[in-house]
């Protein structure tokens, strides 16, 4: 079977051409006094004192209540999440629409089903309930998209039995490069370490495309005076296509699997062949800063 890097380029563009990214808005913003705002999920309102958001889909944020301009709750459920606890002794469940610090919070009861302005001096302390907290959360949460990562394993990204490094941006769409270098039974009769670098195209979180230039076997080559016993060990070197998934079982840890076939340098002897990758990976997720919110 015949494979150039043209075919390899072409594969890559069919895949990845229906890998549409689209962008969740509808998210629970907290406006700043500084006038940023800030889009997440509402994980916590412990009113008066502060707020917790979880941004980015994945790490929390606390904001103080005195830094808050205000906040609206934009993710919706068919029943009520928020209890209202009140100052008399009362206390009210339903939805928050909207509180504005100091002033009033928008709230749709649950006995009423109208809208009501209520006082902030009426208020005495916002609950979210638990079990809707949490699926609030998993609703939401897609996974550790924004990472450096390292990886012991064995295979071609590997570099043999080796260690890969990987860096991950995006979001269920991603991209993500990597280098691994590492050792073969072949490096005891001279030849040289093995590496491999490449470029991930990830789509539904965690399934990845993945396109690497780098060593992919080892051939041997008589040398003068072409006696049997006179030859050295040569690396080879060429272009490998895989598909597979780095699957996490929590934010930390995980393991990478890939199938994929490697076609060598046109100038190689060796014929193209099937490969397999995998290993383990420890993730260090990287907190993004919220240089794209939007101001007032």
């Known amino acids: 079977m015949k494979i150039d890097l043209n075919t390899i380029c072409l594969m890559?563009?069919?895949?990845?051409?229906?890998?549409?990214?689209?962008?969740?808005?509808?998210?629970?913003?907290?406006?700043?006094?500084?006038?940023?705002?800030?889009s997440g999920t509402l994980v916590e309102i412990a009113y008066p004192r502060h707020v917790r958001l979880m941004v980015e889909d994945q790490y929390l944020e606390l904001f103080l209540f005195k830094d808050i301009d205000k906040i609206i709750q934009n993710q919706m459920y068919d029943d009520p999440f928020d209890v209202l606890y009140m100052v008399s002794g009362e206390r009210t469940i339903g939805v928050i629409l909207q509180i504005k610090p100091n002033d009033f919070i928008t709230f749709i009861p649950d006995h009423l089903g109208d809208t009501v302005y209520i006082s902030h001096e009426k208020v005495k302390r916002v609950f979210h309930k638990k079990e809707n907290i949490e699926r609030k959360l998993n609703a939401s949460y897609k996974g550790d998209r924004h990472y450096f990562s390292i990886s012991p394993g064995l295979g071609l990204t590997h570099g043999g039995l080796g260690i890969r490094l990987q860096y991950r941006i995006g979001g269920d769409f991603g991209v993500g490069i990597h280098v691994g270098g590492g050792i073969t039974a072949n490096i005891?009769?001279?030849?040289?370490?093995?590496?491999?670098?490449?470029?991930?195209?990830?789509?539904?979180?965690?399934?990845?495309?993945?396109?690497?230039?780098?060593?992919?076997?080892?051939?041997?080559?008589?040398?003068?005076?072409?006696l049997n016993s006179d030859e050295v060990a040569v690396n080879t070197t060429g272009y490998a296509l895989q598909l597979g998934t780095d699957y996490f079982f929590n934010k930390y840890f995980g393991v990478n699997v890939g199938f994929g076939l490697v076609i060598p340098s046109k100038e190689q002897v060796i014929a193209s062949k099937y490969i397999f990758d995998t290993g383990a990976i420890i993730k260090f997720p990287i907190r993004k800063h919220r240089n794209q919110s939007k101001k007032k």
């Open 12 to 38: 890559f563009g069919i895949l990845f051409s229906t890998a549409i990214y689209a962008q969740d808005n509808n998210k629970d913003l907290v406006y700043l006094n500084s006038g940023e705002i800030v």
């Open 188 to 226: 005891l009769f001279g030849a040289d370490p093995f590496y491999n670098m490449g470029l991930k195209f990830f789509f539904l979180n965690h399934f990845f495309i993945d396109g690497s230039y780098g060593v992919t076997g080892t051939y041997y080559k008589k040398v003068p005076p072409y």
